[in-house]
Antibody
Framework: QVRLQESGPGLVKPSETLSLTCTVS????????WTWIRQPAGKGLEWIGR???????NYNPSLKSRVTMSVDTSKNQFSLKLSSVTAADTAVYYC????????WGQGTLVTVSS | DIQMTQSPSSLSASVGDRVTITCRAS??????LGWYQQKPGKAPKRLIY???SLQSGVPSRFSGSGSGTEFTLTISSLQPEDFATYYC?????????FGQGTKLEIK
């Protein structure tokens, strides 16, 4: 069974960079797209972007200027960096597999506050 | 961006009822659509992929249909564990976009 686990700081200061890593286990890592999604409390889901194991990326234009994704195939990990965060970036962040997303991580709450 | 208009945004129903949720895409997306169920405090779970294919392990009371711009998720006979929020996701065109969600509540 595929398992995805997000990790990273739960609290980030305004104007700083949010950094999260997703570790994948239980299945092949190569030849898949890997996706980040977020969900503010009580609100809907927002697609942040995705990365292929080759490193090719697609980002949501609404966040594109602040988002960087990377992949480390040797560790079965992919990462998200979101710069210049504000309170509006406070959300549960999910990592997930595929474009037709089939497996999700449990999610991690990131709060932006001083 | 492709807008996914999901309706209704909320729905009250009883155990045993038949329920239909709709997603309309602002432009054609072939059958590049999935349906997800989310319970409070949990990650979404895929129910349907490719618009009408049932995810392994998902009860057969869930079904999906549609292609192009209009899609439906049907629950044929609601069970207590089905009360949750449902989302559609189009993955045809970047950025991929979700519907705004349908909260299914017990009447």
């Amino acid at each position: 069974q595929v398992r995805l686990q997000e990790s990273g700081p739960g609290l980030v200061k305004p104007s700083e960079t949010l950094s999260l890593t997703c570790t994948v286990s239980g299945a092949s890592f190569s030849s898949f797209y890997w996706t980040w999604i977020r969900q503010p409390a009580g609100k809907g889901l927002e697609w942040i972007g995705r990365i292929y194991t080759s490193g090719t990326t697609n980002y949501n234009p609404s966040l594109k200027s602040r988002v960087t994704m990377s992949v480390d195939t040797s560790k079965n990990q992919f990462s998200l960096k979101l710069s210049s965060v504000t309170a509006a970036d406070t959300a549960v962040y999910y990592c997930a597999r595929g474009e037709a997303i089939d497996f999700w991580g449990q999610g991690t709450l990131v709060t932006v506050s001083s | 961006d492709i807008q996914m208009t999901q309706s209704p945004s909320s729905l009250s129903a009883s155990v045993g009822d038949r329920v239909t949720i709709t997603c309309r895409a602002s432009q054609g997306i072939r059958n590049d659509l999935g349906w997800y169920q989310q319970k409070p405090g949990k990650a979404p779970k895929r129910l349907i992929y490719a618009a009408s294919s049932l995810q392994s392990g998902v009860p057969s009371r869930f079904s999906g249909s549609g292609s192009g711009t209009e899609f439906t998720l049907t629950i044929s006979s609601l069970q207590p564990e089905d009360f949750a929020t449902y989302y559609c996701l189009q993955h045809n065109t970047y950025p991929h976009t979700f519907g705004q969600g349908t909260k299914l509540e017990i009447k």
